[in-house]
């Protein structure tokens, strides 16, 4: 098994400034957007860029929702392994808001097809975009692509993206991990 | 998270206190999902699940039935008394020719005891106790189990005393051995004639006064008396009962402390519990009832993944 470094810390502090810069130039003041990180792994960015938003940028009461998308998943029995479920924390309306799903790796695009339909479940928002730290292209099994893209990334089948964190893993860091 | 041990929820008897745990663990997050303005999830929306009642229940069936809608599950109902088991049909055929439309899951509550083992044995689906005779009813032990530990904290170290009707009740069975696997001390209590004889053999203690019974506990667990199943008179008069072992606000204020009062309904309003106790702020009647429908999605969602994916 080998490892090759995609983004080192400072590159991903630079691509969570951008991301957060894209956000404000989109969605303001946040007034109407909710953040809405996928569990388990997008929560993590989306703390991240919450903190930013509010301690660099100055931007008050962003409000982070967490959504699990187990019950969701079109893989249930399909998969060898069973399916965990995390906690769905969503403490406000998503009727009318604008709603930005956060999460680590866009891949196949079925997590967020799952989060699509789990989101239902909380009202109807206005409208839906999607961020994410990794894009990894040409893996698509849906027409869903991210809306903010922190660095897109070729990958081939048997290679993984398995992104760091210092509050997890114990340092920020993206890498592309060959079997 | 791991999976069942098991491919069929017979009884407490066979399952682990992993496989407990594990559904609590899931119970927890269908909890919050019942309580979302859309309360469904669509995790078994291609799952059919039979119910099978060759007894009667309110309950339990409709609170079944609520899980497996909420988990977008294709449900039919069928309910002995308005089918060919009447015109002499076996057990094994008539679910047969249920599983022959395509039938993923049963949930079954049949009059004798063992009904579900003997299935589970001779039929190709998951089946799931919803009670058989007086031998187990697993799915309401597990939702008393789960109510003490979301109202106390934890189950391990707790003192529950079951007080009625040991003999015929299923609830009081499932109870001890769910109880005693989580870590619990179980006593029984009630009049010596509903006390089954080896009791102590699975390590229960009996005591005859109710009063000492409730001074020891931290939850009690009221069972109804079960008219239905007795043929002889086990005690003089339901009066009687009432004076040595209903539970009433008196004696509960007479203890200096606060006990958890369960019941798995229905009630008998003052027979083994009085209105004022039903309806106080220690009587977890009505979270039991919430909670089941939390567990029996966790447990359907459970086993319902163990069920294999057929491709074609």
Not at chain 1, 33 to 62: C, D, H, M
Not at chain 1, 117 to 145: C, M, V
Request: aromatic share 6%; proline share 3%; net charge neutral.
């Amino acid at each position: 098994m080998s490892q090759k470094v995609l983004l080192n810390a400072t590159e991903v502090q630079i691509a969570l400034h951008r991301l957060a810069c894209q956000l404000i130039e989109n969605h303001d003041t946040f007034k109407n957007t909710v953040l809405v990180g996928i569990q388990p792994r997008g929560v993590f960015l989306a703390e991240r860029l919450k903190t930013l938003l509010e301690k660099e940028y100055k931007i008050k009461n962003v409000s982070l929702g967490y959504l699990d998308i187990t019950f969701y998943r079109d893989d249930f029995r399909r998969s060898g392994k069973p399916l965990e479920a995390n906690t769905t924390n969503i403490d406000f309306i998503v009727e009318d808001k604008k709603v930005v799903f956060i999460d680590d790796v866009l891949y196949t695009g079925r997590s967020i097809r799952s989060a699509l339909t789990a989101i239902q479940s909380f009202g109807r928002p206005l409208e839906i975009e999607l961020l994410t730290l990794i894009d990894r292209r040409f893996s698509r099994h849906l027409p869903i692509q991210p809306d903010y893209r922190g660095r897109q990334v070729d990958a081939i089948g048997g290679e993984k993206v398995k992104v760091c964190w210092k509050e997890n893993e114990g340092e920020d860091a993206v890498y592309l991990v060959k079997n | 998270m791991s999976e069942l041990s098991v491919n069929h929820l017979l009884g407490i008897k066979y399952i682990t206190e992993d496989d407990i745990q594990l559904i609590f663990e899931t119970a927890d997050h269908f909890k919050e999902v019942i309580n979302r303005p859309i309360k469904k999830v669509p995790s078994l929306r291609d799952i059919t699940i039979a119910n099978l009642f060759f007894e009667n229940s309110t309950r339990t069936r409709l609170s079944f039935e609520l899980a497996e809608k909420r988990l977008s599950a294709d449900v039919i109902n069928f309910s002995a008394a308005s089918s060919s088991v009447k015109k002499g049909e076996t057990l094994i055929d008539t679910v047969n020719n249920i599983l022959s439309m395509k039938v993923d899951m049963v949930v079954m509550r049949h009059p004798n005891p063992g009904a579900g083992v003997f299935l589970s044995k001779h039929v190709n689906a998951s089946i799931v106790n919803a009670g058989d005779g007086a031998h187990e009813h697993p799915t309401q032990a597990l939702l008393d189990c789960y109510s003490i530990r979301e109202k106390l904290g934890d189950v391990a170290g707790k003192k529950v005393v079951i007080v009625g009707d040991i003999l015929h009740s299923r609830v009081a069975l499932s109870n001890i051995f769910a109880l005693q696997k989580l870590g619990a001390e179980v006593k029984v209590c009630g009049p010596k004639t509903l006390i089954p004889k080896y009791i102590e053999s699975l390590g229960v203690s009996f005591e005859p006064n109710l009063k000492k019974a409730l001074k020891w506990c931290d939850v009690a667990n009221m069972l109804r008396v079960q008219n239905e199943r007795m043929d002889i008179s086990y005690f003089p008069s339901t009066r009687e009962y009432t004076q040595q072992f209903g539970v009433n606000k008196a004696l509960l204020d007479d203890l200096n402390k606060e006990i958890v009062v369960m019941h798995p309904g229905p009630i008998n309003r003052g027979v083994e519990i009085t209105s004022d106790v039903a309806d106080s702020k220690q009587a977890i009647i009505l979270d039991q009832v919430q909670n089941g429908v939390a567990v029996r999605m966790a447990v359907l969602y459970l086993l319902a993944s163990k069920i294999k994916h057929n491709e074609d």
